[in-house]
């Protein structure tokens, strides 16, 4: 016992003896240690021995310093430094800064303008003179120039570029596209957006100018050199003016491009936009208001700095003063464009900008005498003295408590109020922006939409991972760095306090823009409901509460998963440079990871469905691959790596920032067998319940239950069931994360794991279950169902949640084999050998099965029955080949050369040219045509009538065509395609141009008739049918619609001749003739259709039989429309065939019903679409065969001198003619021979709802000429 | 304990009074943060002597220790905008001078004190001819130490620093210095004597 106890005061005092030996030790430790070392003879014989060794060793004397290596590594230095790549690129920068500087002609008066209009106003005029005399090599602005330089503000033409790249190449790329409409938008959106933003941002640049300035005593140097306070103030303000115009420049260029085709969108609402000279005028009036704006701002800037001491709460004084600054300083730039863009006249809005615009000027005085007080106040420089010392910030509010939150914040934003508002606004923007690509989303097709929505989700949370996760890194890094993190470890911090900090710095910045960028989408959809509801675009809603919900919760899990890896990376971190290379290993291997989770469980419930020979609803499909397997892979996975990672991760903390070797970490408990149980006992229990939910939902099909009709309880007990096992996975992936950077600052184990645990709770519940959960509410009657049901999508993006948080945590800490001494940055395939190795491995691995197992099901799916699939091969077939048929007849062989005046119009709108004078004469020829285009032929030629000049130029043109379009039609082979393409509008240019034609030979006609030549009429409408019988549709449905219609105003308006004027026989026979050409029977007239009806024919048949998937897949690769198109057509055949049918064809969750479709004629199925697009396609084929039994009705009349009393009695002069059946009603035409002639009526009976569930559909057309 | 630590450890402008050097030093960051190169060459001028002394101390090569310094004054010109704290300057330029050599090290170990002898200096050992033995065993014995352990020993057996030079040259606060360096005695002796400190009890 007794040696004991001197064998542990011996080992206690070595290290005093140690320090004794090198005079190092305190006074007392000196005293113990003789007294000691005379009581102990062993310890004297280490003091002898260590004294030998010092005696002994070989000393090195260090040589001096060699001469001149101070003004040798200077020179060497300043070499070096020429030849730098990042010096040569500031260098660079600057040159262009200054050639964008040359491009505004006098920046100093353009600055000095509003200067001398805001003092002159302000009745400061005294000081005017000095105050705005710009001297060279003022010192004050030599050291403005060169903190601008080191706090990072970027020259002009970095925003130039910026803009350039970020919006102009969209914008290209968009207009290569043909999308000319969106390129616009998006150019006046981003650049109205910059217009607000951008000074904001500067100004918040020109805070945090002064801040540093402070910081780094610079304004005590400014003082000392005995400038006037307010010229010190004018020239901080000119500098902010100048800044804001050279950002100006480029955004002016951003909004010059964008507003000339914006006249062309916002033509009908913003006036003065319509003529893009005075749109472009706006820019110079936004540059002079909003100069105005940035120099009573930067008077504000400097008031709010000068007052703040230290970083302490400015006096109330200050802060109204302030906020009286800001409020009318931002009206003044609204109401200011609302004045110039009033073209009415002074209204409310310039009245109220020129009242804001007065209360400016006064504040803006009040701003600079502030100022200048606070510059000259004999206090300023003891206060600036004081201010040095780091204090804390209260503005922070409830994160006072925490330094480095309070720190973090600081630095994040000079000043957090301005900050504050400065991130609102410059957020505020790209999340309107935002808001309109999520409306863009709304006109893809339903599934690419939800898709769409989902991959911009998991976008938006991947990009917030990311961000979190090197931001927290690099901010930890470079603490430990700087070495203040052990005084920070020192300050009495609580571990929770310690971890929470680094979350909210992390997190709080992105959380914010979340919030701002949520909030304005939200005011966006409120305003306008129909982007949600998508019901004004007969959009279906895709929105619904389960989607809000999980989108949300998905964007505030991610930073947070993020914030933690990036704790966890640069825990083992030694610098920044690595810190980063870790988190990009990170990212990988979360990639990884998800992707062997999701490989994997969907391989093993393939091969499941294969081997059992089942068949999944959908739902559980998603139910299985979206969650249970990756939760119970991953918890297995996680659960065995957990150990490994804490105990690196415990080792490197500990002599990272402990630099010592304390007491262990953990507690002797925690090792051994014991730590296996702990390990694994959790995961065997993780496990365990995620089989036990894998085996319920199993069991739902295989009891015959589908997922609505199942219990609650079921629902309740697969819920509970994931979402405990999830909550134990989580506890053990997130608790050696926690314990490992908790434990530095605290021993409390035991809290960090019950955090853990209730985040993996919560995670679990909110991840895996919410689609379920928000289900169940609804079965429950709890919540209202608003949109469809949970989608696949969504559930793919929580498995893709899940596995990012999960695999975050993982592939952050690791730590699977992290060598005991690392700080040099590694390469690029060692990292991800040390990260990565064994989820890219197994992801790999897994992805090939993945692959194989999913071709093998794709093979067995894609047997189809043999019949359906040849019939649907030579449908195809003869399309592709009458396409490539009529594509081979060239626009030389057509006939297109002489109708070049026709398609000129459609040329020019395409690639956006500009106009020659011989084109522009085509055009004003063809505007004449345009103009005739809609209304009543009536009341054209009313209109003709009045406006001589305008017939005639319309009759030049029309005459300069006929020639060649007779000609053309002498050619079989011509045919003019209309093409879809996407004019102004909405509209399609080919299809313009056509009716263009056929309105003005209809018109021509009837003119003629007018005049009495009755021949030349007939002739011209006979020609009109022939034309319009050679356009032909290229692509669906739609296109096929447009051609009737122009084919139904040939007919209307031949009919309209036959019913007022008596013909004679032979004129009746070539009518016939004419009609008979193209068509003889109604059966004949869908087998003449073109491909599009009969295709539709087979898409209609495909339908029934339940195959519209595979139909689907085929139009697309067959067709390349845009998605407005596709999506309307989708609705013909969803919507306007099934309309038993409900809308969620995919939904995982939703009820379907799938009735029988009527079982009418393809025909008579799509007239009712007809009518929507256009009113005269309805009747198109009872015009058509009305036109021909009223040629023979009359044809019998001269035969027979009266009306047949029935149309039976009707001769007919030509073969396969019967019974005049109408192909609308699939009867009988309606006849009834009346005193004074007859009267035919076509009854179109529709048995089914059309698509607008609320339209009067079921009435018949009439169509009835008396005589 | 951890109060004497966390005061070591504070970071130089949080101490109440500022040397007049210190001054003199964030004097000279800040010129430099404006592009001043005389600032420079004085900045060189106030601090080489310690820089060089830490230098030469871990890599023990004169050419090698030179290049070193020039590459840290680089790092130091191109980077100094970010020092936020120009009372740190002389921390913050050890600091890097450490973490250069560790890498110069990392690709190519220090010298032996044979190399060192060739390279012209010479170490300065009591007598050869009577202490060949012992020194031979001592070389041994160091050469069985981990290299923390080596390098601390090294800093302070050989290169003589004090334990502050030492502190701020391996970026360990003082007391972890003198935990560390009795720790490695320990080791030392164990690895000399074969049983070490057991044998002594």
Redesign the interface.
């Given at each position: 016992m007794k040696t004991f106890n001197v064998a542990n005061e011996c080992e206690r005092l070595f290290e005093a003896l140690s320090a004794w030996i090198d005079g190092e030790a305190t006074r007392e430790e000196a005293r113990e240690v003789q007294a000691h070392l005379e009581g102990c003879a062993a310890c004297r014989e280490v003091r002898d021995a260590l004294c030998s060794l010092a005696g002994s060793a070989p000393t090195v004397p260090i040589p001096e310093v060699p001469s001149g290596f101070a003004a040798r590594t200077r020179k060497l230095v300043e070499e070096r430094s020429e030849r730098a790549w990042d010096v040569r690129a500031k260098r660079l920068a600057g040159r262009l800064g200054g050639w964008l500087d040359r491009l505004i002609p006098a920046p100093q008066g353009l600055a000095k303008g509003p200067l001398l209009a805001l003092q002159g106003a302000a009745g400061v005029l005294d000081q005017v003179a000095e105050g705005l005399e710009p001297r060279e090599a003022d010192p004050v602005s030599a050291l403005l120039a060169t903190r601008t330089e080191r706090s990072g503000a970027r020259p002009p033409s970095f925003w130039f570029f910026l803009a350039l790249t970020t919006y102009g190449v969209p914008a290209a790329l968009l207009a290569l596209m043909d999308e000319m409409n969106l390129a616009a938008g998006f150019l006046v959106w981003v650049g109205m957006g910059l217009l607000v933003a951008l000074p904001w941002y500067h100004f918040r640049m020109d805070v945090a100018v002064l801040v540093s300035m402070r910081r780094g005593r610079c304004l005590e140097e400014i003082l000392g050199t005995g400038l006037e306070p307010f010229r010190i103030v004018d020239t901080l303000a000119w500098f902010g003016l100048r800044s804001l115009l050279r950002v100006g420049l480029p955004v002016g260029l951003v909004l010059l491009a964008g507003t000339p085709m914006a006249s062309h969108l916002m033509g009908s609402w913003w006036a003065p936009l319509r003529d893009p000279l005075q749109a472009a005028m706006l820019v110079p009036v936004w540059l002079l208001l909003v100069g105005v704006f940035f120099s009573v701002g930067s008077y504000a800037a400097q008031a709010m700095v000068l007052f703040s001491r230290g970083g302490e709460r400015p006096s109330p004084a200050t802060l109204a003063v302030a906020l009286a600054l800001f409020v009318p300083a931002a009206s003044l730039v609204g109401s200011g464009m609302g004045v110039a863009l009033d073209a009415e006249g002074p209204g409310l809005l310039s009245a109220l900008g020129w009242t804001f615009a007065a209360s400016l000027l006064w504040v803006g005085w009040l701003g600079r005498r502030l100022s200048i007080w606070g510059m000259g106040h004999p206090d300023a420089l003891e206060r600036w003295n004081r201010s040095s010392a780091p204090r804390r910030n209260r503005w922070v509010g409830p994160w006072n408590d925490n330094p480095i939150v309070v720190r973090e914040v600081t630095r994040l934003s000079a000043a957090i109020p301005l900050g504050v508002l400065g991130l609102l606004v410059v957020r505020a923007i790209p999340a309107v922006v935002q808001a309109q690509a999520f409306w863009f989303l709304c006109v893809l097709p339903e599934e690419s939409r939800t898709l769409a929505f989902w991959m911009a989700v998991a976008g938006i949370g991947w990009y917030a991972w990311l961000r979190a996760s090197s931001r927290t890194s690099a901010a930890l890094a470079q603490e430990s760095e700087g070495q203040t993190l052990e005084p920070l470890i020192q300050s009495g911090l609580t571990r929770q306090d310690f971890v929470s900090g680094w979350i909210q710095v992390a997190c709080a910045p992105l959380y914010l823009e979340l919030a701002l960028t949520g909030g304005l989408v939200l005011m966006v959809a409120l305003s306008f409901p129909e982007v949600l509801s998508g019901d004004a675009h007969g959009i279906p809603r895709t929105l619904d509460l389960g989607s809000a919900f999980l989108a949300l919760l998905a964007l505030a899990a991610m930073p947070l998963a993020g914030a933690w890896t990036g704790l966890a990376v640069s825990a083992v971190s030694a610098n920044r440079r690595e810190a980063w290379g870790r988190n990009v290993g990170a990212a990988f291997s979360s990639l990884m990871v998800w992707i062997v989770a999701w490989g994997l469980s969907t391989t093993l419930l393939t091969v499941l469905t294969l081997v059992l020979g089942l068949e999944f609803e959908p739902s559980v499909w998603v139910a299985l691959s979206g969650s249970v397997l990756p939760a119970g892979v991953l918890g297995l996975t996680v659960a065995g790596l957990s150990a490994r990672a804490r105990t690196r991760a415990e080792n490197h903390l500990r002599t990272r920032w402990e630099g010592s070797d304390p007491e262990p970490l953990s507690s002797p408990s925690w090792r051994g067998g014991r730590r296996r149980a702990l390990i694994l006992g959790p995961a065997a229990l993780a496990s365990v319940l995620a089989l036990g939910r894998f085996l319920v939902v199993l069991a739902l099909p295989v009891a015959d239950l589908t997922m609505t009709g199942a219990s609650p309880a079921v629902w309740l007990f697969s819920s509970v069931a994931g979402a405990l096992a999830l909550a134990v996975v989580g506890w053990w992936v997130l608790r050696p994360t926690l314990i490992a950077l908790a434990d530095h600052v605290g021993r409390s184990v035991i809290l960090s794991a019950v955090l853990a645990g209730l985040f993996g709770a919560v995670a679990g519940i909110l991840l895996v279950d919410l689609p379920l959960m928000v289900r169940l509410l609804v079965e429950f009657g709890l919540v209202e169902q608003v949109g469809g049901s949970v989608s696949m999508g969504e559930v793919w993006t929580w498995g893709l949640v899940l596995g990012f948080v999960l695999a975050a945590t993982l592939a952050g800490l690791g730590l699977q084999n992290l060598p005991a001494e690392e700080q040099e940055p590694m390469s690029f395939r060692a990292r991800l050998h040390q990260v990565g190795a064994v989820p890219l491995g197994a992801s790999l691995l897994f992805l090939v099965l993945w692959l194989v197992v999913g071709a093998y099901l794709g093979w067995r799916t894609s047997e189809i029955p043999e019949q359906d699939l040849v019939q649907t091969r030579e449908i195809l077939a003869r399309a592709v080949e009458r396409e490539h048929r009529r594509d081979a007849v060239g626009a030389e062989q057509n006939g297109f050369t002489p109708l070049e005046p026709v398609f000129m119009r459609r040329a020019l709108e395409r690639r956006q040219v500009g106009l020659s004078r011989r084109h522009q004469e085509l055009l004003d020829g063809f505007q004449a045509f345009s103009w005739i285009n809609g209304g009543d032929p009536q009341e054209v030629l009313e209109a003709l009538r009045a406006n001589p000049d305008l017939a005639d130029r319309s009759a030049t043109r029309l005459d300069a065509v006929l020639p060649a379009l007779r000609q053309a039609l002498t050619r079989p082979e011509f045919v003019v395609p209309i093409r879809w393409s996407e004019g102004p509008n909405g509209a399609v240019p080919d299809f313009i141009l056509a009716r263009t034609l056929t309105r003005g030979l209809a018109t021509r006609a009837r003119m003629l008739e007018e005049e009495g030549d009755l021949a030349g009429a007939l002739e011209l409408h006979l020609l009109n049918l022939r034309w319009s019988d050679r356009l032909a549709g290229h692509g669906p449905l739609i296109t096929a619609m447009i051609t009737h219609s122009l084919t139904a105003i040939a007919e209307e308006s031949i009919l309209g001749f036959v019913e007022r004027n008596r013909l004679t026989e032979p004129e009746l026979l070539r009518v016939l003739q004419a009609v008979e050409e193209g068509r003889s029977t109604p059966q004949a007239h869908l087998d003449s259709l073109d491909d599009e009806f009969s295709y539709a024919m087979r898409v209609f048949d495909g339908i029934r039989a339940g195959r519209i998937e595979e139909l689907n897949e085929e139009w697309k690769a067959m067709l390349v429309l845009p998605g407005s198109y596709w999506d309307r057509e989708r609705q013909i055949y969803t919507q306007a065939f099934l309309p038993g049918r409900q809308s969620t064809v995919s939904g995982a969750l939703g009820t379907v019903i799938v009735q029988e479709p009527p079982a009418l004629s393809v025909a008579s199925a799509l007239v009712p679409f007809f009518e929507r697009a256009n009113y005269q396609a309805c009747l198109a084929f009872s015009r058509h065969l009305a036109l021909r039994a009223v040629c023979l009705l009359e044809l019998h009349r001269l035969r027979t001198g009266s009306y047949p009393a029935t149309l039976a009695e009707v001769w007919s002069p030509l073969p396969g003619w019967g019974q005049a059946q109408d192909p609308l009603s699939g009867g009988d035409f309606l006849y009834r021979r009346t005193a004074r002639g007859f009267e035919l009526r076509s009854l179109v009976s529709l048995k089914f709802r059309p698509f607008d569930q609320e339209g009067d559909r079921t009435e018949g057309h009439l169509w009835f000429p008396t005589r | 304990m951890?109060q004497e630590?966390?005061t070591t450890?504070?970071?130089a402008s949080?101490q109440a009074e500022v040397s007049p050097r210190r001054e003199l030093l964030a004097r000279l960051v800040?010129r430099m943060?404006?592009?001043d190169?005389q600032a420079?060459?004085c900045f060189?001028?106030e601090t080489?002597?310690v820089a060089?002394?830490l230098a030469?101390?871990l890599l023990?090569d004169?050419h090698r220790a030179?290049d070193c310094?020039?590459d840290v004054?680089?790092s130091v010109?191109?980077s100094v905008?970010q020092l936020?704290d120009?009372y740190?300057a002389q921390?913050?330029l050890l600091?890097i001078v450490t973490?250069r050599c560790?890498?110069l090290l990392?690709s190519r170990p220090a010298a032996s004190?044979e190399e060192?002898a060739e390279s012209g200096?010479?170490?300065?050992?009591?007598d050869p001819t009577e202490?060949t033995r012992?020194?031979l065993g001592?070389e041994q014995a160091l050469a069985r130490l981990g290299?923390q352990d080596r390098e601390v020993l090294t800093l302070?057996?050989?290169?003589?620093l004090?334990?502050e030079e030492i502190a701020q040259g391996l970026?360990?606060?003082l007391?972890?210095v003198?935990?560390?360096?009795?720790?490695a005695?320990?080791r030392?002796?164990q690895a000399?004597?074969g049983k070490g400190?057991e044998g002594?009890?």
């Open positions: - | 951890i630590k966390s450890l504070l970071s949080d800040r943060q404006d592009g190169g420079l060459e060189i001028q080489q002597q060089w002394r030469f101390s023990r004169r030179e310094l020039q004054y680089f010109y191109r905008h936020r120009p740190a921390t913050w600091r973490h560790r890498r990392r004190l060192l200096v010479e170490p300065a050992a009591p202490k012992e020194r001592m290299p302070r057996e050989m290169m003589q004090s334990y970026q360990i606060p007391g972890t003198r935990s560390r360096l009795a720790k005695r320990q030392f002796v000399l004597t400190r002594s009890r």
